[in-house]
Structure formats: structure tokens, C-alpha cells
């Protein structure tokens, strides 16, 4: 990094290819999936893809930025040996433009997409699938959560992109560190857990199923969270081993769905001093 304020600060001008295609990336889902590049924005968020591992390709910073960040960023790239292929000094202007937040930081990395997990459910484990949720915000918040709280894994069937710059922000990084699959086939996954007799629990809003506070996880069991709108499928629900609820005051609709997945992350915690 020797050097690099020496650079003339680039003027704002979107059409810099690098800055094109960070702008691309914080876009396109479609885009990040050709390219096998991601997004992000902001100090932590940065420093966390640094310290575990994930290649940066290019870094895109102010200069006040790098005058308050420079320092930790050259210790962290040092520590990991994996420094980013290039570096850009932005004018502030141009950083106002390309940010996807109101009170941007000033700094910016292109990153590669982490290679897809290979991971199935063991017996014992305690594990969640999010089924066709949407809000990326929320997806974050349940990663967060799991990264928190413990998870053997967290399985996604048709939900929103991972590496949406809001569900990066709301994870605070935990993308980069738990063990995360996208699933293609609910039907194979059911199968796979009756065979190694896992238990698979549907989180659904009906006062009839049982209790959450009645729960017995310390065999392990698979926890199946619903889209935000419209909960889990009846023939996906029906299918679990069994309908499990979060009881609620009676004139309460329902819980919004990284919260109710919190709650079931934190029984699943707890069952591991049972076990």
C-alpha cells in the first residue's frame, strides 16, 4: 500500500470500469452469479470478509477513509497475506454515489463469492431451513443469529441472494464464517433427514401444534422457517415430523420471520446442555 495517497484521487465519473462494475455488483443479483463476485461496503463488514479469509479483488476508498481505516486494513491484509488485487482512491463525490447506505463510510471492496458449501444434516444436529424468504434484511438478521446462538447449519430453498448488500449488512459478516447450503429440492432434503432419523420441525402459526416451550431438540431436529407473507406450504409443513408454534397474546397475528427463527435458534442452543 506503500504509496497509494500518492494517487490522484479519481473525479466523479461512473463510467471508471472498476466503479461500473461495483456498481453492477450492488445491483445485480444476476451479475454477482456471472461473475462469482459480490459487493461490500463499510469498515467492519470488510475487515471481517479480510480476517476470514475472503479474497478481495479490488479496495475503493476516500482518502479520509483510508487516513481512519488505512492502518487497521494493511494490518489485517498482512496478518491473512491475502492482499486485493487492486486499490482505487475515490473523491468523496463519487463515493456518495456508488454507496447503497445514507451514511456511507467511504470505503468499498469487490470480493469473490465463497465456493458453494457441500453439507447435509448428521444425525445430532441442530440446523435450520429458510424456505423462499425474501426480505434479504431478514435472511442477515437469522445469520447473524446463528452465528451467535450456534448452528450445524443453515440450508436455504429459493430465498433471496445471500450476498445482497442488505442481507450482507444485517449478517454482520457471519455469511463469511457459518456453514451456509442453498438446497434446490425440498422433497431430497426430507428424505435425507428420515434416513439418518433427524427430525424435521415446521414453525408455523396455528395454536393447535405444539408449543415451542414444549420442545425436546436434544436429539437434534431441523427447524423449518416460512416466507415472510405466506409461512411455510401446507404440504411442506405436513411433511415435517412435526408442527411446532410460538404461543402468542391471542389477538397477535404472527412474529416477523428472523425473529421466530431467533427464538427456535436459542431452544436449539439451549438443548445442547440436555444433551
Known sequence: MTGFLNQEPLKADTKNKTVRAFSRLNQSRSFREKSGRFAMEGYRLILDAVLSGVQIHELLWTEK???????????????TGNEPDSMLLLSEQLAKE???TDTAQGVFAAAEILPEQSLLPKAGDR????????????LGAVLRTAEALGTDGIYLYQC??????????S??????RIPV??????????????????????????RDAEPLLQADFSGGAVVLIGNE?????REVSDACTKRMTIPMAPHSNSLNAAMAAGLFLWELRRSRGAS
Do not use: W
Not at 160 to 169: E, F, G, I, S, T
Open 98 to 100: 456508488i454507496a447503497d
Open 65 to 79: 477513509a483510508y487516513q481512519q481505516y488505512g492502518a487497521a486494513m494493511e494490518a489485517a491484509f498482512s496478518e
Open 181 to 206: 447450503m442453498r438446497i434446490p429440492d425440498t422433497d431430497a432434503f426430507f428424505a435425507h433427514c428420515g434416513k439418518i432419523g433427524l427430525p424435521t420441525c415446521a414453525a408455523v402459526v396455528d
Open 171 to 176: 449478517s454482520m459478516g457471519a455469511l463469511f
Open 160 to 169: 433471496c441472494d445471500m450476498y445482497n448488500p442488505k442481507a450482507l449488512r
Open 127 to 138: 440446523a435450520m431451513l429458510l424456505h423462499c424468504i425474501q426480505d434479504p434484511s431478514n
Open 229 to 233: 407473507g405466506n409461512g411455510l406450504p
